[in-house]
């Protein structure tokens, strides 16, 4: 292993995190233990002394993240500028975790954890493989969007209503249609609504059923991940009525 090899440009989808490999395996358990792990300790976290410290750490380390990615993609060359889903949701948690305010969680709550969790479930690694910084980082940086807004539902008992909920899913249209714009100026391909990625081209036969059917999932999950946030407590709110 060497410092050239570590942070270039080499690419080998034989070795990389692509769908149904063994590496897919372990992107989706870090998802899963992202999600498990903060249920379980965030309780704990938020009565420590340093939570703020711990908190901005976090934050820091999300900055550093954000950067070394855009630094590594102009290197290759690549055009990069933080417009991804991802990338909105870094930003988001930043100021989730600086601000604790109510009303960036209700947007870093839907692009954080399900933006983080559908990465790691349909990974897009570029080829780069575990020789690579980027193999890591892309671990680190989704699992850390699925923990900073789980962290503050389950610490800090944030909820989003379904009418924010819809909200968000208005401004992620609204934020989408931009987006594809600048796609063709750039001729880049964020928030993968350009064309279809590779990842999944085998599963769409043309673009148009492919974004019918990115809108409808979008909405689906934002649903799902809605419901199963307030399930418990419409159980609890029932049984005390």
């Not at 991802?86 to 948690?93: L, P, R, T």
């Not at 924010?164 to 401004?171: D, E, G, N, P, S």
Request: hydrophobic residues 50%.
């Amino acid at each position: 292993m060497t410092f050239q090899k570590f942070f270039g440009h080499d690419i080998d989808y034989s070795k990389a995190a692509t769908m149904f490999t063994y590496h897919h395996i372990i992107l989706i358990c870090f998802a899963l233990l992202s999600i498990f792990a903060t249920l379980h300790f965030a309780a704990k976290i938020r009565l420590k002394s340093n939570e703020k410290r711990i908190k901005h750490f976090v934050a820091i380390l999300l900055i550093f993240l954000e950067i070394a990615y855009h630094i590594h993609n102009w290197t290759y060359p690549r055009i990069s500028v933080p417009l991804h889903v991802c990338s909105f949701a870094v930003i988001m948690n930043i100021i989730l975790l600086y601000t604790d305010s109510k009303k960036i969680f209700n947007y870093a709550f839907f692009f954080g954890v399900l933006g983080g969790f559908m990465a790691l479930f349909i990974p897009n690694s570029l080829g780069y493989t575990y020789y690579n910084f980027r193999y890591y980082h892309f671990i680190i940086l989704h699992s850390l969007l699925i923990i900073v807004p789980m962290y503050y539902y389950k610490a800090y008992h944030y909820r989003v209503s379904y009418r924010t909920m819809l909200k968000t899913f208005r401004f992620s249209v609204l934020s989408g249609i931009v987006v594809y714009i600048i796609n063709g100026f750039l001729n880049t391909n964020y928030w993968f609504i350009s064309y279809i990625p590779s990842n999944v081209s085998g599963f769409f036969t043309n673009w148009n059923i492919y974004i019918v059917t990115f809108i409808f999932t979008v909405f689906f999950t934002m649903n799902l991940l809605w419901f199963i946030s307030n399930v418990k407590d419409f159980t609890n709110k029932k049984n005390n009525n």
